[in-house]
């Protein structure tokens, strides 16, 4: 199994994300593009005659059902996961799914149900990569220590600004993204936690909605052609509010009595890096996590000075496929290993998602999981 070939199919093969992962790809060993699906046939030529593939297609069906193909990457918009993922645990293929994994918990359970209980062991990801950067690395050692105590507060701040005159993307469409920035980024940030601390949230409490201007609506482009739009002035009159919630502020509490907040946004005017990424207090000192300048920082009582444990600089986490993805893949496919992000995490953060989606219709405290 070590050795395996993956022969990879890639639905929505030519967006912000299929792109670089795509790349990726190419540059990997023991992996090899076979087929790709994405809506614009101009960009999938173009990918064609980079991946070499021997497939392109508008029909995700096309892929699944390819000989050849025993891995499938699915890439789309939120609302087109399920019924390609449910098709590929059908058709016996391995597994990438972009976060979040479905358009709610209940689709990211039959997902991960139904490659739990394949008749053949099929393999499978899911790219919550801030479990691979080298500052969360180390942070987790330092929680690990038990230097901290008892954790009882937790702050996450997950912001994630766009240019302000970046035109909508499906992101910004309620009917095709599964929540918005509290499942675009909010996925990212409680996976994080989970990952750090080993707990779960219990109930939340959230306010969300949408908090920038109306954009410009230039119809069906991708997030790298809405990107460098946004940087240049626009002169577009057709404008209108997106239906996805771009900010959401979250109070937390876990089963383990710890509290907190977690804000995300994609608002423009909400900025990173001007306070940690994450807080963590303890009982005995608390641990501050700032991804943007690089550094982790200690304070262990009120009114000393803070310690800094270390600067790690954010160098890139380099070819992600190559270094995390298969070799995760294939020590599964080998011993049942299953320590990277994988589908039952995607519907344990859906769960977690979809309670702070419907507190924030309902303006109430909402438990996760009910």
Known sequence: MADLQFNIGVLGATGYIGTPYREAIRQSTGANIV????????????????????????????????????????????????????????????????????????????????????????????????????????????????????????????FNPRPPDMPLTWRDDASLSAGGSIADVGSHSYDAIRWLLGIEAKRVLAHAGVISAPKADLGSINLAEALEYGTKPSGSSSQRKGTAFDYANIAWEFETGAVGSIIVSHASFLRKGLAPEVELHGTDASLGIDRFNGLLTLWREQGQVSEVVERIPASGLGNRFEKFVFPSLRKMLADGDTAHPNLEDGWRVQIFTDAALRSAKSGHWENVGE
């Open 35 to 158: 087929a790709l699906c994405a809506r614009r046939m101009d960009l999938l030529q173009a990918a064609q005659k980079q991946d070499q593939a021997s497939l392109i297609t508008n029909d995700w069906r096309e892929v699944v059902e390819h000989p050849d193909v025993n891995l499938i990457l699915v890439a789309t918009p939120d609302a087109l996961h399920y019924e390609a993922v449910m098709a590929a645990a059908a058709a016996g293929k391995h597994m990438i799914c972009d976060k979040p994994i479905g358009m709610n918990a209940k689709e990211a359970s039959d997902m991960w149900a139904a490659y739990r209980d394949a008749d053949e062991k099929l393999v499978h990801f899911v790219p919550y990569w801030t479990r691979y950067v080298d500052i969360f690395v180390r942070a987790k050692q330092v929680v690990e220590s038990g230097v901290l105590g008892d954790i009882r507060g937790i702050i996450y701040r997950w």
